[in-house]
């Protein structure tokens, strides 16, 4: 297993990004100024984080994704793993987004992240179709934050 930083044609990733967030418009606008981190198991790539500075003490994931057939084998934990030990030294959180899933909200809480405030209807608002996850519409964003 290797995790590389993309530094160049971060949009030659945008199938995977598209797994984590389903809106290309979305991602455009947050891609260029992420640090983006790839992992690869046997030479393919399997995961994608991105992340970004939202201030001194705080980085959030806007992404965070494994192909389909990947999925279920540590790789999106190991990544969490790696952006949790490059940062912890300069920063104090680390913060995220995300749709009211309750998979992806225990994925994130079994890796110790705690449940901080919601956006009231950000994916009605900001997003240019509905959003469905596991049947759901997708209504408010759910912050979720870990100390490092
Ligand atoms: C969430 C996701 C990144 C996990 O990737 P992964 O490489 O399979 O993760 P790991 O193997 O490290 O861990 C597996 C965990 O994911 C959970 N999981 C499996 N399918 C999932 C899904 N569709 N959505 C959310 N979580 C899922 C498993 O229950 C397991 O959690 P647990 O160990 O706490 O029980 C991956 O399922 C995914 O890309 N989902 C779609 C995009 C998404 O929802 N991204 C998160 C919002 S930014």
């Known amino acids: 297993m290797q995790i590389k930083e993309i530094t160049a044609n971060k949009t030659?990733?945008?199938?995977?990004?598209?797994?984590?967030?389903?809106?290309?418009?979305?991602?455009?606008?947050?891609?260029e100024q992420s640090t983006v981190f790839a992992l690869y198991a046997n030479n393919a790539l399997t995961s994608v984080c991105a992340v970004i500075?939202?201030?001194?003490e705080t980085i959030e994931?806007?992404?965070?994704?494994?192909?389909?057939?990947?999925q279920n084998k540590g790789y999106a934990s190991a990544l969490i793993d790696f952006v949790c030990n490059k940062y912890k030294t300069?920063?104090?959180?680390l913060i995220l987004g995300t749709g009211e899933n309750n998979k992806t909200l225990s994925f994130y809480k079994?890796?110790?992240f705690k449940e901080t405030h919601r956006l009231k209807n950000f994916f009605i608002e900001n997003y240019s179709h509905p959003i469905f996850e596991d049947g759901k519409q997708l209504k408010d964003m759910i912050y979720l934050k870990k100390i490092l």
């Open 12 to 31: 030659d990733y945008t199938d995977i990004l598209l797994i984590g967030d389903e809106d290309e418009n979305m991602i455009s606008k947050y891609i």
């Open 110 to 112: 079994n890796r110790g």
């Open 90 to 93: 300069e920063f104090k959180y």
């Open 61 to 70: 994931i806007k992404n965070l994704a494994t192909y389909p057939e990947y």
């Open 53 to 56: 500075t939202t201030d001194n």
